[in-house]
């Protein structure tokens, strides 16, 4: 659904994780194979994915940019 969807480092967003809405933000764009938060991520520049870090725990996951929510910054 998202595929344009433009990320950009300390983006503020939100995801979902457990049930719960997490608030955080974007520490990188991942676009190839990488180790990230302890797990082997599969990413490419056609299907990037972003390293964030949650503001409540202070720590990092991955996660693909259709489950990610960017947080509006007001009225657009």
Known sequence: MAKG???????????NSHGQ???GKV???????AE???????ASKDEPQYEVESDKSGRNAVHKPESL????G???
């Open 36 to 42: 990230v938060a302890g797990r082997t991520v599969d």
């Open 5 to 15: 969807k433009k990320l950009s480092k300390g983006d503020k967003v939100s995801w």
């Open 74 to 76: 007001g009225g657009s």
């Open 69 to 72: 929510r960017k947080k509006g």
């Open 27 to 33: 520490k990188k764009k991942i676009t190839g194979r």
């Open 21 to 23: 809405t997490v608030p």
